[in-house]
């Protein structure tokens, strides 16, 4: 079982359309959640960044974060265009003096949005 | 808030020559700095991590010598692709952890293709 899971997609939907991306994880060590987004080409860029669970409202965006299931998601409110990109999940352990600090990443997911 | 740069953007070489990449927070301190390599359509495959004034440390199977990285201060990493081959071709991206308190998560580079002929 790979330690984080995520649907590639690819998931197309239409303007305006909330959309629901998630990814579970296997390491309950886990206690920093973060989504980025990249566009083709281009680095990944912070979108959302939460610490244990709960959720986190940021414009259009909600990140939620449910620990005793493993479970991170992220919403997207009123959808645009623009928001086509490839979203990643990434996550982290806690950490103490001597870590390296990696981030284990999904797979991501590519979502295009039609106009 | 929170910018990483790398340069160049792109490069093209010839088979065996050597590529230095840079990557650079902008206005932020970097305790940790990380190298990733990315092919089309596939997730970020960590290289190695990078603590200023200290060796990098390489993941499994990624070759120190032929991926040279220096951390020299708090805002600057290079990676050196050294005796570059047509199969180092792909898109190498940075990303920074800033010093406490800045949780931990790590800020990307716009990445810098490297195609080599």
């Known amino acids: 079982q790979k330690e984080v899971e995520q649907d590639p997609g690819p998931l197309s939907v239409p303007e305006g359309a909330i959309v629901s991306l998630n990814c579970t994880y296997s390491n309950s060590a886990f206690q920093y959640f973060m989504w980025y987004r990249q566009y083709s080409r281009k680095g990944p860029e912070l979108l959302m960044y939460t610490y244990s669970s709960g959720n986190k409202e940021d414009g259009r965006f909600t990140a939620q974060v449910d620990k005793s299931s493993k479970y991170i998601s992220l919403f997207i409110r009123d959808s645009q265009p623009s928001d086509s990109a490839t979203y990643l999940c990434?996550?982290?352990?806690?950490?103490?003096?001597?870590?390296?600090?990696?981030?284990?990443f999904g797979k991501g997911t590519l979502l295009t949005v039609n106009p | 808030g929170a910018v990483v740069s790398q340069h160049p953007s792109w490069v093209i070489c010839k088979s065996g020559t050597s590529v230095k990449i840079e990557c650079r927070s902008l206005?932020?301190?970097?305790?940790?700095m990380f190298w990733y390599r990315q092919f089309p359509k596939q997730s970020l495959m960590l290289m190695a991590t990078s603590n200023e004034g200290s060796k990098a440390t390489y993941e499994q199977g990624v070759e120190k010598d032929k991926f040279l990285i220096n951390h020299a201060s708090l805002t600057l990493s290079t990676l050196t692709v050294t005796s570059a081959h047509p199969e180092d071709s792909s898109f190498y991206i940075c990303?920074?952890?800033?010093?406490?308190?800045?949780?931990?998560?790590?800020?990307f580079g716009p990445g810098t293709r490297l195609l080599v002929l």
């Open positions: 206005d932020f301190q970097a305790t940790t």
């Open positions: 990434a996550m982290s352990p806690a950490h103490s003096g001597g870590s390296n600090y990696k981030l284990t």
């Open positions: 990303s920074a952890r800033p010093v406490p308190p800045g949780g931990e998560t790590q800020y």
